[in-house]
């Protein structure tokens, strides 16, 4: 049992990983794509904001597919698809081929994104301590080896399919392996001892129950999205670094979030899940409120620093709330929650170029700060409710997980 858990628990990493560094290497590689397709400035928002919202639409369509499929199967065959699209963006000729793998990218990302987290969920329960931080931190890594693949790829000005084919030709068969070893977890019975759907009131999913969760998620990436789109800008524009130095806070910010993440799980044994969300909140608003105040471009890299270090841990506690508010929904209120994840992502980056626009860039830096500080209205959601379903260390003992995707 314990080894069907530890292959479990480094399968999903590994899965944790690619994905990251498959989303890294489309995301920092848009000018590029830009210029292959002849994307005109006007046309690219478009085609940005499509991929979240097909990739909503991929995670709601989960919720309703792992009533039928495990999760982990639903895993093995979406991220072999976000590979294929990420592979078919760069090796496309003409704006419907871009379309079309975008689409597709959307769709699996969601569904991956979705089925991705159930099973961390799961696995979490099983081992009946925080380890969910511990899988972003694995994603956070991908994104960095990603990002400095891209980089790598612009760099020696190699065509787009160039740079992603080798990735692709790695990772997905090393991904089809690894899913061999995936464990899905059954949902833990609900405090009347039953099983299946029952949720914190005995019938599934309550979304008023869930949005408090669905709010911090939203304002989790919209901070996040202010990071990875505007840092460069606002170092730039606002605050007169030079090109070089431009580009520096966002990987600063990348790290800061590994290292987080990284040490996050330990924090939420010894301190509880509340008390890394207040403290991530705080620390993120600081971040924000050194950056809008920040006189030059070294003080402006501190607040993106600190925003790395509050932000991270807030997005995986998340998921995990959701896990312990529904045990035996966990999968749909997963897929539903990570809805809020392209919310948060496609209302965040117009949301500060809006008002940088209007009460200029400092000012607008203080919106998805006090929207940060909002979270800890919502702490509380958090809590592991031991006294309602017996603790994360008693649900571990009835999740199934002796059986693992290909039948352990």
């Known amino acids: 049992m314990t080894d069907v858990l530890r292959r479990g628990r480094a399968s999903l990493a590994f899965g944790f990983f690619a994905q990251g560094a498959a989303f890294a290497l489309l995301v920092t590689r848009i000018p590029a794509i830009q210029d292959r397709y002849g994307v005109s400035d006007a046309l690219l928002p478009l085609f940005l904001a499509a991929v979240p ?8 369509t989960t919720e309703q597919v792992v009533k039928r499929i495990r999760p982990s199967r639903v895993l093995r065959w979406s991220q072999p698809a976000v590979l294929l699209a990420l592979l078919g963006v760069g090796a496309g000729g003409d704006l419907a081929v871009l379309a079309v793998t975008l689409a597709a990218f959307g769709l699996a990302v969601g569904a991956l994104d979705a089925s991705m987290n159930m099973l961390g969920v799961s696995l979490q329960r099983a081992y009946g301590r925080s380890i969910m931080l ?17 980089w790598a790829g612009a760099h020696w000005k190699l065509a787009l399919w160039v740079s992603y084919l080798p990735v692709v030709a790695v990772l997905l068969p090393a991904v089809l392996v690894a899913s061999r070893w995936y464990v899905d977890g059954r949902p833990a019975p609900a405090a009347d001892g039953t099983g299946g759907d029952d949720g914190a009131d005995g019938g599934g999913v309550v979304f008023r129950a869930l949005l408090p969760l669905c709010l911090v998620m939203a304002f989790a990436y919209i901070g996040d999205s202010t990071v990875s789109n505007w840092s460069a800008k606002y ?34 044994r010894r301190f509880g899940a509340v008390a890394v969300v207040r403290l991530g909140s705080l620390t993120a608003a600081a971040g924000f409120a050194v950056v809008a105040a920040a006189p030059g471009a070294w003080a402006g890299m501190l607040g993106f620093t600190l925003l790395g270090l509050g932000l991270c841990v807030l997005v995986p506690q998340t998921f995990a709330a959701a896990g312990r508010l529904f045990p035996g929904s966990s999968d749909a209120a997963i897929a539903r929650l990570n809805v809020f994840n392209y919310v948060g992502f496609l209302v965040g980056s117009p949301l500060v170029g ?10 607008a830096m203080l919106v998805p700060m006090v929207l940060v500080l909002v979270t800890l209205v919502y702490a509380r959601s958090f809590e592991a409710r031991p006294d309602r379903y017996g603790g994360e260390h008693e649900r ?12 352990l």
């Open 134 to 150: 511990g899988f972003h931190a694995v994603f956070s890594l991908g994104g960095i080896v990603g990002a400095s693949l891209a």
């Open 396 to 407: 571990s003992r009835t999740a199934d997980v002796g059986r693992g995707s290909n039948g």
């Open 53 to 60: 919202v097909l990739a909503g639409i991929g995670s709601v």
């Open 235 to 268: 170092l730039k524009d606002v605050l007169g670094s030079s090109e070089q130095l431009a580009t520096v806070p966002y990987n600063v910010y990348m790290v800061t979030t590994l290292v987080g993440r990284a040490v996050g799980d330990l924090g939420v």
């Open 354 to 363: 809006v008002l940088g626009d209007a009460w200029g860039y400092r000012w």
